[in-house]
């Protein structure tokens, strides 16, 4: 698989469903990839990327953003509230807004600065204890307390359970971006993002299926 096969089976997708696809931005997941495998994406005109962690991407792309015009970062792993400035910093969207006190933290630092990055506030739609996400029974109330901040809130991001079809969680996701007024789905990775798109998906997260399989190492 090559970043122009997921691009191809992106605009198929799209198309089985009526979709544009301008419309679904694809976020190339570049953490824990060789740097090579990532400028050989940014040498191809990508200019889309998801990291998970703070402190990996700041060793990563200071230097890339030097070299290539237009980069455009996303936070989609967990943030710890001591880490915010630094995620604001360097992040231009995060999609992991998973509780008030986070909510608070941001709006804090974006008064102080002048500067906000665009946020999603992730849903843990399958209760799972020890994945990051509020619960669907919170998410409205998030979604209000981040609106009365102030933040630029675009949408709503889940990461399904792997033992349950992703399809019933995108649909889920959906409904509570529907009845919220929000447009933004983050949704859907390299095993599922076409099952996302049928579900409304405007950003979806790819990396082994562009990249290749990661060496943790």
Not at 5 to 28: F, M, S, V
Not at 155 to 165: F, K, R, S, W, Y
Request: proline share 4%; glycine share 10%; with cysteine.
């Amino acid at each position: 698989m090559s970043l122009s096969d997921i691009k191809t089976r992106i605009e198929a997708a799209a198309a089985r469903h009526g979709r544009d696809p301008a419309d679904i931005t694809l976020i190339a997941v570049s953490k824990v990839q060789p740097l090579d495998r990532v400028e050989a994406a940014l040498e191809a005109g990508h200019r889309i990327f998801g990291e998970n962690r703070v402190q990996e991407a700041q060793g990563k792309w200071p230097g890339f953003r030097e070299r290539f015009d237009g980069i455009e970062l996303h936070l989609i792993g967990p943030l710890q509230t001591n880490k915010a400035r630094a995620a604001m910093d360097l992040f231009d969207v995060i999609h992991t807004v998973d509780r008030v006190k986070l909510a608070h933290t941001i709006a804090r630092i974006a008064e102080e600065t002048g500067h906000c990055p665009d946020i999603f506030v992730q849903v843990n739609t399958g209760d799972e204890s020890q994945k990051a996400g509020c619960s669907i029974d919170e998410a409205d109330a998030l979604v209000a307390e981040c609106r009365a901040l102030g933040l630029p809130l675009k949408g709503l991001m889940c990461i399904p359970p792997v033992d349950e079809a992703p399809s019933l969680h995108f649909a889920l996701l959906a409904k509570i971006a529907g009845r919220n007024g929000l447009t933004g789905l983050s949704m859907g990775m390299s095993g599922d993002f076409e099952e996302a798109i049928a579900q409304g998906a405007t950003h979806v997260r790819v990396g082994s299926a562009i990249f290749g399989a990661r060496d943790y190492g």
